[in-house]
């Protein structure tokens, strides 16, 4: 402790954060800490991941070193004596050599019809889950990389809860927003034209909403079916649901993981005490501890897949680039060369998505790539449509400057960008117009585009509560990694993942 004088200290005081074995032999982790003189009493969490080794050590140590101060230095021990491991874990999922199941498996003919112009087989993990969820109406569990097709495997159970009863009720939850946004927008048009089905979306006005229970197929935030599934013992609506479907369910460890929790928990306590039994379908990434979350929503064995990361239907390349600057907007001025050399290396004519910290980087980055092209005398080297095909387009862009990057075949894409412009970029990206777009990376979530190549510029972004730099949670660095899925186009992805 110490009694901060402007004088002295300035405007922050720099530290560094040491985490030691027992032996203080090994350094295991290591990072800066900025205190602030405005933040100075305020509670300052760090979080950070460190590995244990077998033996179990005693203790590791937490060591507070000033980098500006002699001897101003705390330590911190961290017994383990009382720490409880995780059991050991079942093996993942095996993938089978299965025969690819043809879409005439479905015997459904307008299901078969959504499909039948993109591809006339099921994939590997498609074909393995379809009998359980198809042909039955167990609780299921899929947990597969990004990419690997499991939105269609909740169609699957979606399509079997409407072939056994007509007047069933379909509620999907998303952990995020714009994943329910994007789920909207597809099943409105799968299942509102297709099936003459009502999708619609929950608003959070309680009112409108309860209105909206009468319809066929519920999209929904865990906050509003929270509210909604409160007193559902006086809404009928939701005691008579017949399928539950809870997709990026690896998110429960997140920040909205308490509410997903509740509101998976009631529903299979309602289906407990109701005749009406609610189906559970619950789809994540690959998980370490599958069997645990399987049991809590009601998987048995024969219907929970845990299937590893290496199973994804395009083979992923993964290329790591570190850099030794710590400063967070050094770092970013050293990547910039080593970004563009990557484009033009691993994917000159593919499309490419770079992923970078938040709306400012995005937008200059997609300025340095622009640049860096016209001093190469490669100016319009990422335009691939003629340039009157696009100027439609362009004169409906709001933004002057991303209307001048799209004339050069580059597009930053963030929240900020209007909805219109938003479209305009996916449209002129999905249709192979333009070839490198730049997104802020909690975009990666609501985004309706896949690339050949994904650049992860750096993994940490500037966390306003705790005003410092954070990494980014493992969650969304695999959904970047996810964009690469094209498996109608490309026979592999590839990544280009640069860090400190």
């Not at 402790?1 to 402007?6: A, K, Q, S």
């Amino acid at each position: 402790d110490f009694l901060w004088d402007d004088a002295i200290h300035g405007s922050a005081e720099p530290f560094w954060i040491w985490v030691e074995d027992v032996d203080s032999d090994v350094l295991l982790h290591f990072e800066p800490f900025f205190l602030k003189s405005k933040f100075q009493k305020s509670e300052h969490i760090v979080n950070f991941t460190v590995p244990i080794y077998e033996p179990l050590p005693p203790q590791y140590f937490i060591r507070a070193v000033s980098d500006r101060w002699i001897g101003s230095e705390v330590i911190l021990p961290i017994s383990f004596r009382h720490l409880i491991l995780p059991e050991k874990y079942p093996p993942p999922t095996e993938l089978l050599d299965l025969q690819p199941l043809p879409l005439t498996a479905f015997k459904n003919p307008t299901f078969e019809g959504l499909y039948s112009k993109h591809f006339q087989a099921l994939n590997a993990i498609q074909t393995q889950v379809f009998n359980v969820l198809y042909n039955t109406d167990d609780n299921v569990l899929v947990a597969a990389p990004t990419g690997s097709g499991k939105t269609l495997c909740a169609e699957m159970a979606v399509v079997r809860a409407f072939t056994s009863s007509k007047q069933a009720k379909v509620v999907y939850v998303a952990p995020l927003e714009a994943l329910a946004n994007e789920r909207y927008q597809d099943w409105l048009e799968k299942f509102g034209v297709a099936f003459q089905k009502q999708v619609v979306k929950l608003t959070g006005d309680t009112p409108t909403d309860l209105k909206l229970l009468e319809s066929d197929i519920i999209i929904s935030t865990p906050e509003r079916w929270d509210m909604i599934s409160r007193r559902w013992k006086n809404r009928k609506n939701v005691q008579n649901v017949n399928l539950f479907v809870v997709d990026e369910a690896h998110l429960i460890g997140g920040e909205k993981g308490p509410t997903l929790e509740v509101v998976v928990s009631r529903m299979r306590y309602i289906s407990a005490h109701f005749d009406n039994r609610i189906r559970i379908v619950g789809l994540s990434a690959s998980l370490a501890n599958a069997k645990d979350l399987g049991e809590w929503l009601g998987a048995k064995g024969h219907s929970l897949f845990n299937f590893p990361p290496t199973a994804r239907p395009v083979p992923l390349e993964i290329h790591i680039q570190g850099f030794t600057a710590t400063q967070h907007n050094r770092q970013m001025l050293q990547m910039n060369k080593p970004m563009y050399q990557a484009i033009v290396k691993h994917a000159p004519e593919k499309p490419v998505i770079v992923f970078v910290a938040g709306r400012k980087m995005a937008r200059s980055v997609a300025v340095e790539i622009v640049s860096s092209a016209n001093a190469l005398g490669t100016r319009g080297r990422f335009l691939h449509a003629a340039r009157e095909d696009i100027t439609p387009f362009l004169e409906n862009v709001n933004s002057t400057a991303l209307q001048m990057l799209l004339e050069d075949g580059v597009a930053f894409y963030h929240e900020g960008l209007s909805e219109n412009d938003r479209d305009i970029v996916q449209n002129l990206f999905n249709s192979g117009a333009i070839q490198v777009v730049v997104s802020a990376h909690n975009m990666c979530w609501g985004m309706v585009m896949s690339s050949h190549l994904v650049v992860i510029m750096g993994t940490q972004y500037y966390e306003g509560r705790e005003h410092r730099y954070a990494d980014y949670p493992i969650a969304d660095i695999l959904q970047m990694m996810g964009r690469t899925s094209r498996p109608l186009h490309d026979d592999s992805g590839r990544v280009v993942l640069m860090c400190q």
